[in-house]
């Protein structure tokens, strides 16, 4: 069976520090990978995805970027963190199908 | 791009009632339609999905409608239990070629008082 992995579960960064949160997907090949964004009772934004290594497409133009150096790892990362980061990161993926399945969260604090 | 509207954003329901929360969408190419299940702090979890190609599906007491003329989708939740209380988030989008861009609503917080 599949599984989604998302670290660190937790987060407390300072303004202008860098980030790097990291997802792996085991029990599949080729999926197609997402970062999404939840700030505090509201929706989730779409950020990147990515449908091959090496392969990025940005949906919000921000401080934040992604990269895809494996097959089943996606990063994404910060040089300088903004008060507005804040919130929880989701990582997701699917099949080259529809079914989308979520990580477990980073949820990202900065101070 | 595709937008997707969700309502209500919030439905309190007493236990053993009926939920309906309902969706509208803009892009006619959206062929797959999901439905999510947040608790607190938690992931988003898959609960049922409807393709274009069908008008209805159930699973045990939830179900989902699709109407592709107007637009609109809805999630139907009978016999509510507590533990039914969550966040729910539809989401919309068309999907070939392997590739599958959704959009999502805003969510809906259901909370089912016992």
């Known amino acids: 069976s599949q599984t989604i992995h998302q670290w660190p579960a937790t987060l407390v960064q300072p303004v202008g520090s860098p980030l790097s949160l990291e997802c792996t997907v085991e029990?599949?090949?080729?999926?197609?990978l997402y970062w999404y964004r939840q700030a505090a009772g509201r929706g989730l934004q779409l950020l990147f995805y990515?449908?091959?290594?090496?392969?990025i497409s940005s949906e919000v133009p921000q401080n934040l970027s992604a990269s895809r150096p494996q097959d089943r790892q996606f990063i994404l990362s910060s040089k300088k963190l903004l008060l507005s980061d804040s919130g929880f990161y989701l990582c997701?993926?699917?099949?080259?199908?529809?079914?989308?399945?979520f990580g477990p969260g980073t949820r990202l604090t900065v101070t | 791009g595709e937008n997707v509207e969700q309502h209500p954003s919030t439905l309190s329901v007493q236990e053993g009632d009926s939920a309906v929360i309902k969706c509208t969408y803009s892009?006619?190419?959206?062929?797959?339609f999901p439905w999510y299940k947040q608790e607190l702090g938690k992931r988003p979890q898959l609960i049922i999905d409807?393709?274009?190609?069908?008008g209805e599906k159930k699973d045990q007491r939830i179900a989902v409608t699709l109407n592709k003329t107007a637009k609109h989708f809805s999630l139907h939740i009978t016999e509510t239990q507590p533990e039914d209380s969550a966040v729910y988030f539809c989401?919309?989008?068309?999907?070939?070629?392997?590739?599958?861009?959704?959009?999502f609503g805003r969510g809906t917080s259901l909370i089912v008082h016992p």
């Open positions: 997701a993926w699917t099949r080259k199908g529809t079914e989308q399945y």
């Open positions: 029990g599949t090949s080729n999926p197609n």
């Open positions: 990515s449908v091959g290594i090496g392969q």
């Open positions: 892009d006619s190419a959206s062929n797959y």
């Open positions: 409807i393709r274009s190609n069908v």
């Open positions: 989401a919309a989008g068309p999907s070939s070629g392997g590739s599958y861009i959704p959009t």
